[in-house]
């Protein structure tokens, strides 16, 4: 009897971006990806944290190169992309929380998380993909999207709404750029112990309701998205695209 192939999590000669790549998940994804075999651009705002983050993987002797950008100037990232070479893979991980209830919610914080987790997301997938159009080349967008992309939370109705419309573009990208054999998914976390997600850890009433939701009974660690984010990028996830993988401890599963 032949056996069947298992699909390689390899990504050798693969070119991957990685934005928001100097922290949290953005940095465990980067250096998930290097470990894989890819040569990863790490975008993110402060060039101090590229050149620190660029020299821990040199010395792991992977390959790295930064791109200090800041992501919500789309126009500055859209001609970056398209003075560069494909990439195969994007990771986009640079996100931001302004919480409050939704009565308090100013017009300034709606607009920058809507900003940078819905606009700079929408338009680097289409600068990325319409690189990828222009040579023929294949690719996997990932979006850090959120459980928050699922159901609501408490105090989040900015976030929630940036997260739930992030889950709605992915659908419908997939549906127009299948045909070009570009894929594009999201990860929907639960809380991850990174800087975001600091104060409201930190707050023991919301540590309270964060706990009781997640079964698996922790908060996230970076650890914990590092292999999502190779298999979506690697060949293992060929036929995804589209929908988004929950990394939640359970939280939507009642
Ligand atoms: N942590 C969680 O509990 C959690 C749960 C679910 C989903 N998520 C999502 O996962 C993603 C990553 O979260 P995280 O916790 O890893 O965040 P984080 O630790 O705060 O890291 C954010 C990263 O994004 C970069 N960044 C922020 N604004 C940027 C901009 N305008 N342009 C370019 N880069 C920018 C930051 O670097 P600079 O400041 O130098 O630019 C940093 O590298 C976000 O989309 C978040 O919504 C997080």
């Not at 079964?215 to 293992?236: H, P, T, W």
């Amino acid at each position: 009897m032949k056996l069947p192939q298992t699909p390689s999590l390899r990504l050798d000669g693969k070119r991957a971006l990685v934005t928001g790549a100097t922290s949290g998940i953005g940095l465990g994804a980067a250096t998930a990806l290097a470990r894989a075999g890819a040569e990863v651009h790490c975008l993110a705002r402060s060039n101090d944290q590229l050149d620190a983050l660029c020299g821990a993987l040199a010395e792991e002797g992977l390959s790295a190169r930064s791109l200090p950008m800041d992501l919500t100037d789309v126009k500055a990232v859209a001609d970056e992309l398209a003075a560069r070479e494909a990439f195969d893979v994007v990771v986009n991980s640079a996100g931001m929380a302004r919480h409050s209830a939704a009565l308090d919610t100013s017009p300034e914080d709606y607009d920058a998380v809507m900003g940078l987790n819905l606009r700079a997301a929408y338009f680097l997938s289409t600068a990325a993909a319409r690189r990828m159009t222009a040579v023929g080349k294949p690719g996997s967008i990932i979006h850090l999207s959120s459980q928050m992309g699922h159901v609501g939370g408490i105090v989040r109705a900015v976030y929630c709404a940036s997260k739930h419309a992030l889950e709605g573009m992915i659908k419908a990208m997939a549906i127009e750029w299948g045909p070009n054999r570009i894929r594009i998914n999201s990860i929907c976390p639960t809380f991850i112990r990174t800087p975001l997600g600091e104060q409201t850890l930190a707050d023991p009433e919301r540590r309270q309701w964060i706990e009781g939701k997640i079964k698996l009974g922790r908060v996230g660690e970076v650890e914990d998205i590092m292999g999502a984010v190779v298999y979506l990028a690697s060949d293992a996830s060929a036929l995804v695209t589209g929908t988004s993988l929950l990394i939640d401890g359970g939280w939507t599963a009642e």
